[in-house]
């Protein structure tokens, strides 16, 4: 009887060992770290609902530790955590672009009429919003391979008008950003791109 019940004790601690880590359980580890930064991940968006600024390297942090906690499990095992996670990561890169980007003010783009000598500015809006916008392009990505590769995540995170808040990110504004500050500096100011 105690060899019995020594050996399902071992099948249960391999079991557990070997169970697979997947979106679900990184979902819920990016709650815990939603509720200790004020975070929101189904509802973010850029130029809306964002982790504060202070909070987003801390949060990336545990993130990055979270994933490679999860890498050392083995990718096999945890391949749709880590995807949800790198979701996450992007998401956080692509608003702490915004917020550089946004920080520098209307001297950061040319809507409102630019003077050369703002040249380093507007070099520095464009590169802040075309990291935003290529980490935001990223992060969905990720996310339609969650939701496409894990049809089963679609009833957690939603698709079509139920989506998670990030996909209605400014995406086209940001391109728009950063192609009239291009137009402008090399037209007005005869800036060329090194």
């Given at each position: 009887m105690k060899k019995t019940i020594f050996i399902l004790l071992i099948l249960v601690i391999f079991l557990v060992g070997c169970a697979k880590k997947d979106y679900n359980f990184a979902y819920q580890e990016i709650k815990k770290l939603d509720i200790k930064?004020?975070?929101d991940f189904k509802n973010e968006m850029l130029n809306g609902?964002?982790?504060?600024?202070d909070n987003l390297s801390l949060m990336r942090d545990d993130l990055t530790k979270l994933r490679k906690d999860l890498v050392k499990e083995g990718v096999?095992?945890?391949?749709?955590?880590i995807l949800l996670v790198d979701v996450?990561?992007?998401m956080l890169e692509s608003e702490k672009f915004w917020y550089l980007g946004y920080n520098l003010g209307l001297e950061g783009v040319t809507f409102d009429g630019f003077k050369c000598s703002e040249v380093p500015e507007l070099l520095l809006g464009r590169s802040y919003f075309n990291e935003s916008f290529n980490y935001g392009q990223k992060a969905m990505n990720l996310m339609d391979s969650v939701l496409v590769v894990y049809p089963e995540s679609r009833a957690l995170f939603g698709v079509d008008k139920d989506k998670i808040k990030f996909y209605?990110?400014?995406l086209g504004y940001l391109n728009a950003i950063i192609e009239t500050?291009?137009?402008a500096i090399e037209?007005?100011?005869s800036y060329k791109n090194p």
């Amino acid at each position: 009887m105690k060899k019995t019940i020594f050996i399902l004790l071992i099948l249960v601690i391999f079991l557990v060992g070997c169970a697979k880590k997947d979106y679900n359980f990184a979902y819920q580890e990016i709650k815990k770290l939603d509720i200790k930064y004020s975070g929101d991940f189904k509802n973010e968006m850029l130029n809306g609902t964002m982790l504060g600024f202070d909070n987003l390297s801390l949060m990336r942090d545990d993130l990055t530790k979270l994933r490679k906690d999860l890498v050392k499990e083995g990718v096999n095992k945890t391949k749709s955590a880590i995807l949800l996670v790198d979701v996450r990561l992007n998401m956080l890169e692509s608003e702490k672009f915004w917020y550089l980007g946004y920080n520098l003010g209307l001297e950061g783009v040319t809507f409102d009429g630019f003077k050369c000598s703002e040249v380093p500015e507007l070099l520095l809006g464009r590169s802040y919003f075309n990291e935003s916008f290529n980490y935001g392009q990223k992060a969905m990505n990720l996310m339609d391979s969650v939701l496409v590769v894990y049809p089963e995540s679609r009833a957690l995170f939603g698709v079509d008008k139920d989506k998670i808040k990030f996909y209605d990110s400014p995406l086209g504004y940001l391109n728009a950003i950063i192609e009239t500050n291009t137009i402008a500096i090399e037209r007005y100011c005869s800036y060329k791109n090194p």
